[in-house]
Structure formats: C-alpha cells, structure tokens
C-alpha cells in the first residue's frame, strides 16, 4: 500500500511539473506575442491618414477611379465591342499603358466631358434649341467613340508603317539567307538592324520560337496580329516552303521582288489619286482667291470708268 501511494505520489509530481512547465511556456508564448504587438503599435505612425497619403498618387487616386469607370464601361458595353477593343489593341501594337480597361474608362470619361460640353457651348454661344438637343444627344456619343477613332488610327497607321517597311526587311532576309545564315539567325539580323513595328514583331517571333513554339506557327500569329495582306502572303509562301521543301532563300527572293513591285504599284496608284483629291479643294479654295485677284483690279477699273457715266 505504502509503495503504491509512493508511486503514485511520484506520478501526480512529474505530471504537475510537466504542467506548470506547459503553462510557463504558454505565458511566455503570451507574452512575446504581447510585445510584439506594443513594438509594432508603438513603431507604427501614430497618424493612419498620414501613412495614407505616403503612398503614391497613383495608387490612393488613379488607379481605384481607373478601375471605377472600367467596371461601369464594362457594364454598357457589349462583350463584342470588348473583345473588338482587345483585337484593335493588338493592331495597334499593344501601346504601353493601353489596355482594355484603360481604354473602357476613357469611353467614360470622354462621354462626360463631351457631354458637359454639349451643354455648355450651345447655350454659350446663344444657338437654337434645334442645335443645343442636336449637340447635346450627338456630342457624347462623339466622345464615347472617340477612343475607337484613335486606336484605329494607329491600328491603320502600323499596318502602313509594316506593309511599307516589308520589301526592304525581306530583300535584308534574303542576303543574310544566301549569305549562309539559318533563318533563324537572319531574322535576328533583321530585327536587331532595322527598327519599328515590324521589327518588333520579329523579335517576338524569335522570342515564341525560343521558348518551343513551332516556327510557322510563331509566323502564322504575327501574320494575325498585324492583319496585313502582304505579310500573310509571306507567311503562306513559307509555310509553303516548309512543306514541299523548297529552298527557303528562292522563296525569299521570289517574295521580296514581288513585294518591290507591289509597293511601286502602290505608289502609282497614289499618284493617280492626287488629281481628283486635290479637284475640290482647288475649285472651292483656289479658284475664288485667283479669280479675286485677277479680275479685282479690271472690275474695279471697270466700274469707276462706268460710274461718271451711269451717273450723267
């Protein structure tokens, strides 16, 4: 009886002292935590407003009114026109800064600028209440379409730039190729000696290629994204190339001559435009100022020498 109150003595010892060790550790677990959190509330500025406005313009202002008036462009327009806006971009070479959002929040805003606007100026200017409702209905309309208009442009003006820049890129393409480089190594040529859009573009088919993607499928979606006929042609007759095996540097040279002789018809037709573009202008702007001037003088000699006459 003694030896079994001695040992169970002995066990209600060690699991007290097991405890109380449990419980040190937690209070010191406790109170680190406690300090811990005083440290951080004593290192923390004492002014929230303060730390807020540390933080940059963009980040407190910009970039939340940003995603505001995204989120309601979103909402009143269609899908389609979203994915058009997103297609465009991709025409317009992706401008720095420019993305579909950005571009949905400026609808917004150019919306209510053009509108306050078309209130503003027609009552300015005293017009009519037939123009002030024609002003006011038609001017948001204008300047929710105005960011359309400006990618567009630009879309219009690469596709330009590309299809004007493609016969000498591939005249270059053709010498490095029967120089003896691979294609690969002459389109790198290409692109680090040339600058511009198309340029660019073969940068990014050098960089698709190099991460595994297939070489005709990294020219087939530049030939995508640039939507430009010639630059489809090229990549047709390569793919071409590719499948009947024909020498890569016939083919190139086959295409840059081709490519020569559509930009000088391109050029010709321009010329022959010029004529008829230049028709108006010159009947309602020229003509007047000329005939002002050279019959001016004979009218006004005209008419004094006739007006003794009339008179008597």
Do not use: C
Not at 13 to 35: D, N
Not at 239 to 265: S, W, Y
């Amino acid at each position: 009886m003694l030896i079994t109150l001695g040992l169970t003595g002995v066990f209600v010892a060690i699991v007290l002292v097991f405890l109380a060790l449990g419980v040190g550790v937690k209070e010191k677990q406790a109170v680190g935590r406690s300090l811990a959190a005083i440290d951080a509330i004593e290192s923390a500025p004492g002014d929230l407003r303060a730390q807020e406005l540390q933080r940059p313009f963009s980040d407190r202002v910009l970039k939340p009114t940003t995603q505001g008036l995204a989120g309601l462009g979103r909402r009143i327009t269609p899908a389609q026109q979203a994915d058009g806006l997103k297609r465009r971009l991709e025409l317009a070479g992706n401008p720095p800064g420019w993305t579909v959002d950005r571009v949905l929040a400026n609808k917004i805003v150019a919306l209510v600028i053009f509108g306050v606007l078309g209130l503003l100026l027609p009552w300015a200017l005293d017009m009519s209440l037939l123009w002030r409702a024609v002003i006011a209905v038609g001017a948001p309309f204008l300047g929710y379409l105005l960011p359309n208009v400006i990618l567009k442009n630009m879309a219009d003006k690469r596709s330009e730039r590309i299809q004007r820049e493609l016969p000498d890129a591939l005249d270059m393409l053709t010498i490095s190729v029967e120089a003896g480089l691979a294609f690969d190594a002459a389109l790198s040529q290409v692109a680090r000696n040339t600058d511009g859009p198309l340029a660019e573009e073969f940068f990014r088919v050098l960089s698709e290629m190099q991460i595994g993607r297939p070489r005709l499928e990294a020219l087939k979606a530049m030939s995508d994204r640039t939507d430009v006929e010639d630059v489809r042609t090229f990549v047709t007759a390569m793919a071409q190339a590719d499948t009947f095996g024909i020498p890569i540097a016939n083919v190139l040279r086959v295409q840059a001559e081709e490519m020569r002789v559509k930009r000088r018809q391109r050029a010709e037709e321009t010329a022959q435009k010029v004529p008829v573009k230049i028709l108006f202008p010159v009947i309602f702007f020229i003509f007047p100022v000329l005939f002002v001037v050279l019959l001016g003088p004979a009218a006004i000699t005209i008419f004094r020498t006739l007006l003794p006459t009339l008179g008597g």
